[in-house]
């Protein structure tokens, strides 16, 4: 609680809880903000005016009052409206002033938006929405049973858009695979999501595609991959994945080109689950030596000396890495600075970090079609926040086909084509 007390001879008390102060503040600068953009546009349009002189934009009283749920509670808004009498030349349509602040007809910020489908994946149903959030909201706008139940709808349907989108115009470099696991809180199998992120030719990296598959087998993989090159997706220099997934055998067939690198997490964790405990603090020091070696030189012989040192007493471990070495050093062809975001998929690990069920079970969501579009929602929020990656210059030349040798341009195309 706060207490502001006024004077010494008559003391008032006024009590305000943290949390209806923070509500308050937020109402408050909120207003101030609206009042400056609509002042900032109107001020910006002065001189437009109609034949008899007259401001063809103005204030024009306010829209009704609405409540947004912020995470600082529930925001009244009362929204200044602007008169834009202006036609646009192109479409000969009424020009509309739009808020950055606050889009049309919210009933709830972006952050809480996002917040959504994560609780849901957590295993809160549609139903405890209403009960949990109003008391954290302080009002129960948009958080319904209903409206909840709407939105997985609505998520569904961008889910299939998304799905659905011309690919022609995306080129991507880089790709990262991976098949992210769900319980279904109503249904006996597990939700199975097919992941791919790609980076483009100028460094962004964005989600290419998000489906439900079988539990990550070759068919279910060839099917997205073919369905992705009849959409318009040419094959990507390099593909980053776990080597347990049928992702690999599916590539062969659509894209055969694709160069493999295996995720060097997953291939650590089973290497040394191949060895004893007592053995496993220096063959994990070992390994890091391979992936993070000056370059592809020096990682072939940490391998070797790996191998030696493994292979008398634990054959298995040895097999690992070596039977599988090409494609664990196949990032090391690629520009040093590319390095760091080739070696695992941690693009895909990251976002689904903390609703991951393979080792940990909660109750999911009610039916795979929303635990996809939940899945959905979730990276695509986190897609808003991911940087580009290190060196994104050099994107444009690796799709080129320009030469790298240790993590270092050897040639460029047109030196290529002259030689």
């Known amino acids: 609680m706060l207490s502001v007390i006024n004077g010494e001879e008559e003391r008032t008390e006024v009590a305000v809880s943290l949390d209806e102060l923070c509500r308050q503040s937020a ?20 001189g437009e005016v109609d034949e008899n002189g007259h401001r063809l934009v103005r204030r024009n ?17 009362h929204q200044p409206r602007v008169d834009d009498r202006r036609i646009d030349p192109e479409t000969d349509e009424k020009r509309r002033f739009r808020s950055g602040l606050i889009r049309p007809w919210a009933r709830k910020s972006p952050s809480v938006s996002a917040m959504l489908p994560l609780l849901y994946l957590h295993g809160m149903s549609s139903g405890d ?41 995306h080129d991507y470099v880089y790709v990262w695979v991976d098949g992210v696991h769900f319980n279904v809180r109503l249904e006996e199998s597990r939700l199975c999501c097919l992941v791919m992120i790609g980076v483009t030719t100028d460094g962004t990296k964005e989600l ?44 062969k067939d659509v894209w055969p080109d694709t160069v493999h ?24 020091k070992m ?47 690629y520009p040093a600075e590319h390095w760091i ?11 689904f970090a903390t609703v991951r069920q393979r080792t940990k079970v909660t109750k999911g969501p009610g039916s795979r079609a929303a635990g996809l579009a939940m899945a ?20 444009a030349l690796v799709r080129a086909g320009t030469k790298f040798e240790k993590g270092k341009l050897v040639t460029t195309p047109d030196e290529q084509v002259a030689a």
């Open 27 to 46: 109402q408050q600068m909120l207003a101030a903000a609206m009042e400056a953009e609509v002042a900032d546009y109107v001020a910006g349009l002065a």
């Open 61 to 77: 009283g306010r829209h009704e009052p609405r409540t947004i749920t912020t995470r600082a509670g529930a925001v009244e808004i």
């Open 129 to 169: 929405f209403l009960p949990a959030l109003t008391g954290f909201f302080g009002h129960d706008n948009g958080l319904s049973a209903s409206s909840i139940t709407r939105l997985t709808t609505d998520w569904q349907a961008e889910q299939r858009a998304f799905m659905n989108r011309d690919l022609t115009a």
């Open 208 to 251: 290419v595609a998000i489906v439900d598959g079988y539990r990550e087998s070759t068919e279910s993989w060839a099917d997205l991959l073919r369905d992705l090159a009849r959409r318009g997706m040419t094959a990507p220099n390099l593909a980053v994945g776990d080597g347990a997934l049928g992702f690999w055998s599916a590539i």
């Open 261 to 284: 690198q295996r995720d060097w997490v997953h291939k650590k964790k089973n290497i040394l689950d191949a060895l004893p405990k007592s053995a496993q603090p220096t063959a994990e």
């Open 287 to 333: 390994l890091v030596e391979v992936c993070d070696a000056e370059d592809v030189d020096h990682a072939r012989k940490a391998a070797a000396r790996f191998d030696k040192m493994y292979r008398p007493k634990f054959p298995k471990a040895a097999d690992k890495l070596t039977n599988d070495l090409d494609r664990m050093v196949a990032f090391y062809d």
């Open 341 to 351: 975001h080739l070696k695992t998929s941690n693009p895909i690990e990251s976002t």
């Open 376 to 395: 959905y929602k979730l990276i695509g929020t986190a897609e808003t926040g991911w940087r580009r990656i290190n060196a994104p210059e050099l994107a």
